[in-house]
């Protein structure tokens, strides 16, 4: 039995050698610059010259992968998945049908040779009339508002919603709010689906921490004993993980049963959407904003990127795979990234994901104060930075006598991993400062002409870069939202001028988070808590002013 859990207490020396590692080489990478500066002021400017062309060019890149990406996403949403799953019913009459059809459609040339592979042995392929789709919606102590809307949103896909079982599990520690929401939940939806099943999670399960990941996993193991009844296969099932906040495209369902029936296999992948921060994103404040779409860009450009592309939030895998690993990891906050991990180790290396390009949109952080805002979107970017500890976990199931994966692949996996999270917590400030380093700290750099010219170099540098800058804004106005009514047109300027502010975020939200998680990480000081991220509306915002300002004319 392959042992795929996280330590909870004591690790091993190598353990937490990898557990330290990603912070050693955060701060190595600041400490190098300063050492050089003090020394050689030339080697200074080398060094830092060289992070900044490598960053650079993966700007390039990404600005290639952001426009490549924005519009696959666009043409994706255009096709009628539902009708292509439809088609694969009857593999042999569609293909006769399609066979000398000639489109410009997303993916209609690969749609034809699907189905000329099944109508040549249609019994090595699922039938897609005895799929189902599961989907766990997980929430801690949400507001109805907050929640009716995303499983009306799963009510209103095309999907067959008697083929759909939704899973409302939430956290017995949420409160009696969370309580009369579940039964509100199940009185509005009981009949809209196959089954509608409401699941409280106990607290205070040994051998949990306070996260996601233990509330999912609790509900996966009920849905197990429920299908079993029904006399539902495992194989028949896709589970679809939701946060509680998270509203799926139309076409989101048949889209990932399409894939899962045209992979032949099907068993060692998962189904990762595009996460677009935009449910609320008029109302967010500008920070929020900046940062929502700078991680829907991300989403976007990761899709375009399948060998490297990771479990995120929500996402789709099959029942039989989950039964076999016992669904998700208990002991982590970061139970999605993580995922990735355990279903690489557990199927011997044999396992990756499927980009799904179409969006599950999700809501920025809004809490109802602009100081609890603020606070909540750091926490939220620390839960994610704190995917760092899966360093540990990965490289030690490497570096092993019995390790069971391929080592090149695997090391090339772990050097990406360790890369990440020390590029999000350095580059910014080094990009951002690291040119005044040496003319600060050494009286000596101003006689050196590279040092000084140092800064104006890289001012130059950022100006090609702010290229990708202007591409995030134009292709972030074509992907908002219609401007709600109450608010006027000057907020759309506001929009364009929120962008000022992306400097500040990256270093104030987005290093520092990174650098908070991988400290923790150094001293041992393990986040075991799972720092919800608040969720408000623009309802509950207006509300809570309202109320503030009668108490203070009180």
Same mark, same amino acid.
């Given at each position: 039995?392959?042992?795929?859990?996280?330590?909870?207490?004591?690790?091993?020396?190598?353990?937490?050698?990898?557990?330290?590692?990603?912070?050693?080489?955060?701060?190595?990478?600041?400490?190098?610059?300063?050492?050089?500066?003090?020394?050689?002021?030339?080697?200074?400017?080398?060094?830092?010259?060289?992070?900044?062309?490598?960053?650079?060019?993966?700007?390039?890149?990404?600005?290639?992968?952001?426009?490549?990406?924005?519009?696959?996403?666009?043409?994706?949403?255009?096709?009628?998945?539902?009708?292509?799953?439809?088609?694969?019913?009857?593999?042999?009459?569609?293909?006769?049908?399609?066979?000398?059809?000639?489109?410009?459609?997303?993916?209609?040339?690969?749609?034809?040779?699907?189905?000329?592979?099944?109508?040549?042995?249609?019994?090595?392929?699922?039938?897609?009339?005895?799929?189902?789709?599961?989907?766990?919606?997980?929430?801690?102590?949400?507001?109805?508002?907050?929640?009716?809307?995303?499983?009306?949103?799963?009510?209103?896909?095309?999907?067959?919603?008697?083929?759909?079982?939704?899973?409302?599990?939430?956290?017995?520690?949420?409160?009696?709010?969370?309580?009369?929401?579940?039964?509100?939940?199940?009185?509005?939806?009981?009949?809209?689906?196959?089954?509608?099943?409401?699941?409280?999670?106990?607290?205070?399960?040994?051998?949990?921490?306070?996260?996601?990941?233990?509330?999912?996993?609790?509900?996966?193991?009920?849905?197990?004993?429920?299908?079993?009844?029904?006399?539902?296969?495992?194989?028949?099932?896709?589970?679809?993980?939701?946060?509680?906040?998270?509203?799926?495209?139309?076409?989101?369902?048949?889209?990932?049963?399409?894939?899962?029936?045209?992979?032949?296999?099907?068993?060692?992948?998962?189904?990762?959407?595009?996460?677009?921060?935009?449910?609320?994103?008029?109302?967010?404040?500008?920070?929020? %904003?900046?940062?929502?779409?700078?991680?829907?860009?991300?989403?976007?450009?990761?899709?375009?990127?399948?060998?490297?592309?990771?479990?995120?939030?929500?996402?789709?895998?099959?029942?039989?795979?989950?039964?076999?690993?016992?669904?998700?990891?208990?002991?982590?906050?970061?139970?999605?990234?993580?995922?990735?991990?355990?279903?690489?180790?557990?199927?011997?290396?044999?396992?990756?994901?499927?980009?799904?390009?179409?969006?599950?949109?999700?809501?920025?952080?809004?809490?109802?104060?602009? %100081?609890?805002?603020?606070?909540?979107?750091?926490?939220?970017?620390?839960?994610?930075?704190?995917?760092?500890?899966?360093?540990?976990?990965?490289?030690?199931?490497?570096?092993?006598?019995?390790?069971?994966?391929?080592?090149?692949?695997?090391?090339?996996?772990?050097?990406?991993?360790?890369?990440?999270?020390?590029?999000?917590?350095?580059?910014?400030?080094?990009?951002?400062?690291?040119?005044?380093?040496?003319?600060?700290?050494?009286?000596?750099?101003?006689?050196?002409?590279?040092?000084?010219?140092?800064?104006?170099?890289?001012?130059?540098?950022?100006?090609?870069?702010?290229?990708?800058?202007?591409?995030?804004?134009?292709?972030?106005?074509?992907?908002?939202?219609?401007?709600?009514?109450?608010?006027?047109?000057?907020?759309?300027?506001?929009?364009?001028?929120?962008?000022?502010?992306?400097?500040?975020?990256?270093?104030?939200?987005?290093?520092?988070?990174?650098?908070?998680?991988?400290?923790?990480?150094?001293?041992?000081?393990?986040?075991?808590?799972?720092?919800?991220?608040?969720?408000?509306?623009?309802?509950?915002?207006?509300?809570?002013?309202?109320?503030?300002?009668?108490?203070?004319?009180?």
């Amino acid at each position: 039995m392959i042992d795929l859990e996280l330590p909870l207490k004591k690790r091993t020396k190598q353990y937490r050698f990898f557990e330290m590692l990603p912070a050693l080489l955060s701060y190595g990478m600041l400490i190098v610059l300063v050492v050089l500066s003090l020394f050689s002021p030339l080697a200074a400017a080398i060094y830092l010259l060289l992070l900044i062309i490598t960053v650079l060019v993966k700007a390039f890149g990404i600005a290639a992968h952001t426009i490549t990406g924005r519009n696959r996403l666009e043409r994706a949403q255009n096709v009628d998945w539902h009708e292509r799953l439809l088609q694969l019913e009857h593999p042999v009459k569609s293909y006769e049908k399609e066979k000398n059809v000639r489109s410009q459609g997303f993916g209609f040339e690969a749609h034809k040779e699907n189905l000329r592979l099944m109508a040549a042995d249609p019994s090595a392929f699922p039938v897609p009339s005895e799929l189902f789709n599961a989907v766990i919606v997980a929430a801690y102590n949400e507001s109805y508002e907050v929640i009716e809307p995303t499983i009306q949103t799963i009510a209103d896909t095309h999907y067959d919603s008697d083929k759909q079982i939704v899973i409302f599990t939430y956290e017995a520690r949420g409160g009696e709010g969370i309580e009369k929401t579940a039964k509100a939940l199940e009185k509005r939806f009981k009949n809209t689906f196959k089954a509608f099943l409401v699941i409280k999670h106990p607290d205070g399960i040994p051998n949990e921490v306070r996260g996601k990941g233990a509330n999912i996993t609790f509900a996966g193991r009920y849905l197990k004993t429920w299908l079993h009844d029904q006399g539902i296969a495992y194989k028949n099932v896709i589970v679809t993980t939701l946060d509680c906040d998270n509203r799926p495209h139309a076409t989101y369902f048949d889209y990932v049963t399409y894939e899962y029936v045209v992979h032949e296999d099907r068993k060692h992948l998962s189904y990762q959407p595009v996460s677009l921060f935009l449910n609320n994103i008029w109302d967010a404040p500008a920070p929020m %904003r900046v940062l929502a779409t700078g991680n829907s860009f991300w989403n976007i450009i990761s899709s375009m990127r399948p060998h490297t592309l990771r479990n995120f939030a929500s996402h789709s895998q099959p029942m039989d795979a989950l039964v076999e690993m016992d669904f998700w990891s208990t002991r982590s906050i970061v139970e999605d990234g993580h995922q990735y991990w355990r279903s690489y180790f557990y199927f011997n290396g044999n396992y990756s994901v499927t980009p799904i390009y179409v969006p599950i949109y999700q809501d920025a952080v809004l809490s109802e104060t602009y %100081r609890r805002t603020l606070k909540a979107q750091f926490m939220q970017l620390r839960r994610w930075a704190y995917g760092a500890s899966d360093i540990p976990y990965v490289a030690t199931r490497i570096f092993t006598k019995d390790r069971n994966v391929p080592l090149f692949p695997g090391l090339a996996r772990l050097f990406r991993l360790i890369d990440g999270h020390v590029t999000l917590a350095s580059i910014s400030i080094l990009v951002a400062i690291g040119g005044w380093v040496p003319l600060l700290i050494n009286s000596q750099a101003a006689r050196d002409i590279a040092a000084h010219q140092l800064p104006e170099v890289i001012s130059g540098i950022q100006q090609v870069a702010m290229f990708g800058l202007f591409i995030t804004v134009f292709l972030g106005f074509k992907m908002l939202p219609p401007r709600p009514a109450r608010y006027k047109r000057r907020r759309t300027i506001w929009m364009v001028l929120q962008w000022c502010l992306m400097p500040v975020t990256a270093i104030v939200y987005s290093a520092a988070s990174a650098f908070n998680a991988q400290t923790h990480l150094l001293l041992g000081k393990y986040l075991d808590n799972f720092d919800v991220t608040e969720k408000a509306t623009h309802a509950s915002v207006a509300r809570a002013r309202a109320k503030k300002a009668d108490h203070v004319s009180e």
